[in-house]
């Protein structure tokens, strides 16, 4: 006790008489007021380990004594809210899909569930924004190969096309003119240049002259008199730039003589009509709907 305490000639501060390697320890104890705070935080925590879902057991965990669960809230917050969603979605379920549209407030909930749909069912094909790709068509335009009415958008998700799955499937099969040799290589020339023409592309104005007459023979009963399409039968619009598998004398000739034929896959197996029909009546809002 009578022992004189050491001072730290650099800092002015007691040691605790503590030396490592010629480092002396300095005697500067926390704060109390700080101690006190820790301690506070201890005896909090024990509290909430008994109060809360804390501890991870053998068969389990254990439940707290407050039974608190987030979880169960969770659940308590979905049926919740599918409890709210219940009068759209049985509405949605009698009405016609026509007639959702005409209804603005129904209209609104099916396109809000119809874009959450799409992004999981849709989106992987058609984009995340619908713009398409090539083989993929953009839904956010006007240019339809089947028909962009509110019922033929619903009867294309229902049903696919080409989808030999459902027997109510669309169905349009361009010929093969060049495999199957249906025309000549001099032919297929002069109407892929034809139809780059009226396309408003590049073409040999000699070439597409010849063109026109195999045009009307071998093409307008599927793609119209002057290539504005044939919805009911699937027969693609022609008159303008606006390309499946691109456009171009050369791509319009790898089509005509080998032609490719696009599978969407019908949906009325996979998703349910409500599902379907928000389907519809979103991919209508996006612009391009007739």
């Given at each position: 006790?009578?022992?004189?305490?050491?001072?730290?000639?650099?800092?002015?501060?007691?040691?605790?008489?503590?030396?490592?390697?010629?480092?002396?320890?300095?005697?500067?104890?926390?704060?109390?007021?700080?101690?006190?705070?820790?301690?506070?935080t201890?005896?909090?925590?024990?509290?909430?380990?008994?109060?809360?879902?804390?501890?991870?057991l053998?068969?389990?965990?254990?439940?707290?004594?407050?039974?608190?669960?987030?979880?169960?809230?969770?659940?308590?917050?979905?049926?919740?809210?599918?409890?709210?969603?219940?009068?759209f979605?049985?509405?949605?379920?009698?009405?016609?899909?026509?007639?959702?549209?005409?209804?603005?407030?129904?209209?609104?909930?099916?396109?809000?569930?119809?874009?959450?749909?799409?992004?999981?069912?849709?989106?992987?094909?058609?984009?995340?924004?619908?713009?398409?790709?090539?083989?993929?068509?953009?839904?956010?335009?006007?240019?339809?190969?089947?028909?962009?009415?509110?019922?033929?958008?619903?009867?294309?998700?229902?049903?696919?096309?080409?989808?030999?799955?459902?027997?109510?499937?669309?169905?349009?099969?361009?010929?093969?003119?060049?495999?199957?040799?249906?025309?000549?290589?001099?032919?297929i020339?002069?109407?892929?240049?034809?139809?780059?023409?009226?396309?408003?592309?590049?073409?040999?104005?000699?070439?597409?002259?010849?063109g026109?007459?195999?045009?009307?023979?071998?093409?307008?009963?599927?793609?119209?008199?002057?290539?504005?399409?044939?919805?009911?039968?699937?027969?693609?619009?022609?008159?303008?730039?606006?390309?499946?598998?691109?456009?171009g004398?050369?791509?319009?000739?790898?089509?005509?003589?080998?032609?490719?034929?696009?599978?969407?896959?019908?949906?009325?197996?996979?998703?349910?009509?409500?599902?379907?029909?928000?389907?519809?009546?979103?991919?209508?809002?996006?612009?391009?709907?007739?």
């Amino acid at each position: 006790m009578s022992e004189k305490k050491e001072i730290d000639e650099i800092s002015g501060t007691e040691t605790t008489g503590h030396e490592w390697d010629g480092i002396k320890e300095l005697n500067t104890p926390l704060p109390r007021w700080w101690l006190w705070i820790f301690y506070g935080t201890v005896i909090w925590a024990i509290g909430y380990m008994i109060a809360m879902p804390s501890i991870p057991l053998i068969n389990g965990a254990y439940k707290g004594v407050l039974g608190f669960s987030s979880r169960a809230n969770v659940v308590s917050d979905i049926e919740a809210a599918k409890a709210a969603q219940s009068e759209f979605i049985t509405k949605i379920k009698e009405t016609e899909v026509a007639d959702i549209v005409a209804d603005e407030e129904l209209a609104r909930f099916a396109r809000a569930g119809g874009e959450s749909a799409f992004k999981v069912n849709c989106s992987q094909c058609h984009g995340s924004g619908a713009q398409g790709s090539y083989g993929y068509p953009n839904l956010n335009d006007d240019e339809w190969i089947w028909g962009g009415t509110i019922d033929d958008i619903y009867n294309i998700i229902t049903n696919g096309a080409r989808y030999d799955a459902n027997e109510d499937t669309l169905i349009s099969e361009m010929p093969a003119f060049g495999a199957d040799e249906l025309l000549e290589p001099d032919e297929i020339k002069a109407v892929a240049n034809y139809v780059a023409s009226i396309s408003g592309g590049e073409a040999d104005s000699a070439l597409a002259k010849n063109g026109a007459e195999i045009y009307a023979d071998n093409c307008a009963a599927c793609h119209g008199d002057s290539g504005e399409g044939v919805a009911v039968l699937g027969g693609p619009p022609l008159n303008n730039a606006i390309w499946l598998y691109e456009g171009g004398v050369d791509a319009i000739t790898e089509q005509i003589n080998q032609p490719k034929h696009g599978v969407m896959p019908a949906w009325n197996d996979k998703l349910d009509d409500v599902t379907i029909k928000q389907l519809a009546v979103y991919v209508y809002s996006l612009g391009g709907g007739q």
